[in-house]
Nanobody, 119 residues
Framework: QVQLVESGGGLVQSGGSLRLSCAAS????????MGWFRQAPGKEREFVAT????????GYADSVEGRFTISRDNAKKTVYLEMNGLKPEDTAVYYC????????????WGQGTQVTVSS
């Protein structure tokens, strides 16, 4: 089983930037498509971004398209989410997971990393 540890969250002002990291251990992730998801208080977890195993193909939720960039370094077994132009509505706990399409492939979730954007 792949264990995932998210980090890089914090408190930023509206318009600011953060870079999240998702470090994998236990198994290689180089052959897996990976994704980022987020869950705001009182809301269901939602898809944010996905990247294929090679890093060549990416996909984004409409709400973050043009502001967020997903990338990966398979040698470091790490997936990143560069977030620019942050808005208060981006406030959530962010998680990574293997994906099938835009759906999480594993029922196991890490602890996530909190992102809070102040207006």
């Amino acid at each position: 089983q792949v264990q995932l540890v998210e980090s890089g969250g914090g408190l930023v002002q509206s318009g600011g930037s953060l870079r999240l990291s998702c470090a994998a251990s236990g198994r290689e992730i180089s052959t897996y498509d990976m994704g980022w998801f987020r869950q705001a208080p009182g809301k269901e977890r939602e898809f944010v971004a996905t990247i294929d195993w090679s890093g060549k193909f990416t996909g984004y939720a409409d709400s973050v398209e043009g502001r967020f960039t997903i990338s990966r370094d398979n040698a470091k077994k790490t997936v990143y989410l560069e977030m620019n132009g942050l808005k208060p509505e981006d406030t959530a706990v962010y998680y990574c997971n293997r994906v099938i399409g835009r759906t999480p492939a594993d029922t196991y979730w890490g602890q996530g990393t909190q992102v809070t954007v102040s207006s």
